[in-house]
């Protein structure tokens, strides 16, 4: 019998919903208007509202990660490095700005009274009390899913896992706009940060567990 239902158990775990908001995630967003397409994150989100669906009936708390952006939070180091590449970071329209459609969840909605944790940058830890929470809540594991796999996916499992976290990624319920880049974060992280499963076993762990 696999260990997977010991390991997430409910009473030790969480499951972090990472970036599924409409700038990242609708055709109708920022990147969808730019081009991007939204049909590689389709799958992801359905699996991410399956896996939200999972964790309430079981009782594992569910916290939504969002990218809350303004003017006097944005990062220097992001737009000075768009300026090396090129870019004109005044002149472009910013991602998920607070207050604004784009930053909206997107699929999958908080319930009340669900943590939701708003960030300024990649990872779900920095510049946040999302660990604080966590250790309040008595959760020393997480279950994480969303947008992007590559960046903040990977940059939340990398600072879960160096906070002492067990950390697990649902590869099914995360996405990237390119495929050989969700293939390469799943493997890296497998590697070096987080177990990976998907969300149809994470599922049946929790029902197994509860």
């Known amino acids: 019998m696999s260990a997977l239902p010991a390991w997430i158990a409910p009473g030790r775990t969480a499951l972090a919903v990472i970036d599924i908001q409409v700038d990242f ?3 109708d967003g920022l990147l969808g ?3 991007v397409d939204m049909g590689m994150a389709a799958p992801a989100v359905d699996a991410a509202g399956r896996l939200v669906e999972a964790a309430r009936a079981a009782g594992v708390p569910v916290v939504f990660v969002g990218l809350f952006t303004a003017p006097e939070t944005d990062s220097p180091s992001w737009n000075e490095r768009m300026r090396r590449r090129g870019g004109d970071p005044d002149s472009e329209a910013a991602l998920c700005r607070a207050g604004q459609p784009g930053s ?3 699929g999958p909605q908080p319930a009340d009274g669900e943590l939701v944790v708003a960030k300024t940058r990649y990872s779900a830890f920095v510049g946040t009390d999302f660990d604080a929470r966590l250790k309040a ?3 020393d594991t997480l279950v994480v899913c969303g947008l992007t796999t590559e960046c903040c996916v990977a940059a ?3 600072d879960a896992f160096d906070l002492d976290y067990h950390v697990f990624v649902a590869a099914d319920a995360c996405a990237a706009y390119e495929p050989d880049l969700h293939e390469v974060a799943l493997k890296t ?3 070096n940060t987080a177990i990976l499963t998907d969300s149809v076993e994470v599922a049946k762990a929790w029902k197994e567990a509860a």
């Open 25 to 27: 995630a609708s055709p």
């Open 156 to 158: 939340t499992a990398a």
């Open 189 to 191: 992280m497998g590697l």
């Open 104 to 106: 909206a969840f997107y």
């Open 137 to 139: 809540m008595g959760v």
């Open 33 to 35: 208007q730019y081009g």
